[in-house]
Nanobody, 114 residues
Framework: QVQLVESGGGLVQAGGSLRLSCAASGSIGGINTMAWYRQGPGKQRELVAR???????TYADSVKGQFTISRDNAKPTVYLQMNSLKPEDTAVYYC????????WGKGTLVTVSS
């Protein structure tokens, strides 16, 4: 079992920045990919960014150049640096980790005011 705990969400004005963190615990040795997803009001959950154990990354087109995902394999923890935030970035952000199955955190709310 893997437990994921997100932190760093909150209320920010448009144009501001936030850094989300997700700390993994439990059977962390099997974690390969870690990722951030988000679910905005009335929307489906969507991939924001993922990072593999080798450090390679994938971003949603909507956040390329705006968000940066990184990880510390020693902890392990995954981060999401979010810059130039827009009201449409308002969502619950979920951490995801993949071993032989998917694990999810409970989410952290990011609200961007205009």
């Amino acid at each position: 079992q893997v437990q994921l705990v997100e932190s760093g969400g909150g209320l920010v004005q448009a144009g501001g920045s936030l850094r989300l963190s997700c700390a993994a615990s439990g059977s962390i040795g099997g974690i390969n990919t870690m990722a951030w997803y988000r679910q905005g009001p009335g929307k489906q959950r969507e991939l924001v960014a993922r990072i593999r154990k080798d450090g390679s990354t994938t971003y949603a087109d909507s956040v390329k150049g705006q968000f940066t995902i990184s990880r510390d394999n020693a902890k392990p923890t995954v981060y999401l640096q979010m810059n130039s935030l827009k009201p449409e970035d308002t969502a619950v952000y979920y951490c995801n980790a993949i071993t032989w199955r998917d694990y999810w955190g409970k989410g952290t709310l990011v609200t961007v005011s205009s």
